[in-house]
């Protein structure tokens, strides 16, 4: 399974982003796709998720700002990114998880490789 990202780059305070997520192919929809946020210095923090019946979670700073949605039929993954703040900026990774794939004792979980968001005028 590989996932494969794209979407970020610069952009000015107030614009707007999106970024994909797309699961390569051979494989059922993931129950779980979410975006986790890391900025130099800090941890990576979940952003947002959505899971097999569309229940999203968001963290509370990007509510009503980020749009998380898939598209279980082509196995893609968004976020859609709103009014950019420069605290915004930071690597965005998508992760996937399987709940009924199990490996190595574990539900199958994969990681995008980042995508480089930059929040500046």
């Known amino acids: 399974v590989q996932l494969v990202q794209s979407g970020g780059g610069l952009v000015q305070p107030g614009g707007s982003l999106r970024l994909s997520c797309q699961i390569s192919?051979?494989?059922?929809?993931?129950?779980?796709m979410a975006w986790y946020r890391q900025a130099p210095g800090k941890e990576r923090d979940l952003v947002a998720s959505?899971?097999?019946?569309?229940?999203?979670y968001y963290l509370d700073p990007v509510k009503g700002q980020f749009i998380v949605s898939r598209d279980n039929a082509n196995n893609w993954g968004y976020l859609q990114m709103n009014s950019l703040k420069p605290e915004d900026a930071a690597v965005y990774f998508c992760?996937?998880?399987?709940?009924?794939?199990?490996?190595?004792?574990?539900?199958?979980?994969?990681w995008g490789q980042g995508s480089a968001v930059t929040v500046s005028s």
């Open positions: 192919t051979g494989i059922f929809a993931p129950n779980t």
């Open positions: 959505i899971d097999s019946s569309d229940t999203t």
């Open positions: 992760h996937v998880r399987w709940e009924t794939i199990i490996v190595d004792g574990r539900p199958l979980e994969e």
